[in-house]
């Protein structure tokens, strides 16, 4: 298995259906997600609803499970926009990242 290759992306890859697709309910508190698109040396965004949308495209129907701890910070509630970034990375503070 390649790095990267263990993404939500992968679910089109399973045309015989056999494997559970299982999502952090953490994780979907963010309107905006990130993943690699089955090889690590780039990142694809796509919207939460957009994921779902995707993973539902390649018969899968997603499991939603508390497998972290929530967000530190409350997720943006309907119609407030963007949702709330994590970590900025701007000027100074970046070195050793």
Not at 25 to 41: G, Q, R, S
């Amino acid at each position: 298995m390649e790095p990267g290759s263990v993404t939500p992306f992968a679910a089109i890859n399973d045309v015989a259906g056999n494997v559970a697709i299982v999502l952090d309910a953490a994780m979907l508190a963010h309107e905006v997600l990130n993943y690699h698109p089955l090889v690590n040396t780039m990142t694809t965004s796509i919207s939460r609803a957009g994921l779902m949308a995707f993973l539902r495209a390649c018969g899968h129907e997603p499991r939603i499970e508390i497998a972290s701890d929530a967000p530190s910070y409350p997720p943006p509630q309907a119609g407030e926009g963007k949702s709330i970034s994590p970590l900025t990375l701007t000027g100074e503070g970046r070195e050793g990242l």
